[in-house]
DNA sequence: TGTATATACCTTGTAAAACAAGATATTAAG
DNA sequence: CTTAATATCTTGTTTTACAAGGTATATACA
């Protein structure tokens, strides 16, 4: 039971909801997932990640220059990946529901979780 | 981004709980992770995942009678299996925290949900 | 008796995903 | 010239969930 087993089908749907938010690039990518609380995404996989969801026709990339470094290759939602994010976020919806139904039934003088059932 | 490629590394957590709640064994908890919400964790999924549990010292299993069917394995928890619970709760507590963060500041149509960000 | 059904466990092989550990470039600062 | 930060990509490995089977027990019913 590692930690990167539970991001599994999750990270996706982030990097789709942090593309929707604005047009970005990979490298930014991971460190917004850093700033939001995963613990150092890797690089090794987001990009097989990005490319495949491009390759799926969820986002479309344009290459620009950066100010400081190599050029960035900036991501956006298609019609597709609007879509597809949809379906994470009612996918991740229910999936929280069932496991903090489970959490709540089940578990004796839990720690870790006080009562805010987390909205969404 | 399939639906079952969320649940990994999730179910093995749900499972602890379950067996926390109450002495359990596999076909039941198939059929208790289903009523939870959950669509359909096979049994394929199931029985290994038991095994490689008791493997680890994380439960223990005692064969009982059934008064209708085989015999059944009833599984516990031991010592290490209560303190594999915990680390999953607080794993899980903040992967949703994260996860939710990222929804509510990079997703439009979001519902007026403040989000205050809070440190981990 | 035979057979269908629900119960209960287990195995094998496969596909998807995340990551470690690199390789490769570009730009700026020392 | 060297170092560091920025930026992308590749290869090979491990873990996980599942499909698709197999085996066995007990009950109900014809």
């Known amino acids: 039971m590692s930690q990167t087993q539970m991001l599994k089908g999750i990270i996706d749907g982030c990097l789709l909801a942090i593309i929707q938010g604005k047009e970005c690039y990979g490298y930014e990518m991971a460190e917004r997932l850093s700033e939001y609380g995963f613990c150092a995404v890797s690089e090794g996989t987001i990009y097989p990640l990005l490319m495949r969801m491009q390759r799926e026709g969820l986002v479309t990339s344009v290459r620009k220059n950066s100010t400081a470094g190599p050029k960035r290759k900036y991501y956006s939602?298609?019609?597709?990946?609007?879509?597809?994010?949809?379906?994470?976020?009612?996918r991740w919806s229910q999936l929280e529901k069932s496991v903090n139904r489970i959490i709540r039934q089940e578990t004796k003088g839990n720690d870790g979780n006080n009562g805010t059932t987390s909205t969404i």
């Not at 939602?77 to 009612?90: I, V």
Request: charged content about 30%; hydrophobic content about 35%; overall charge negative.
């Open 77 to 90: 939602l298609t019609e597709k990946g609007n879509q597809a994010l949809e379906d994470f976020l009612s």
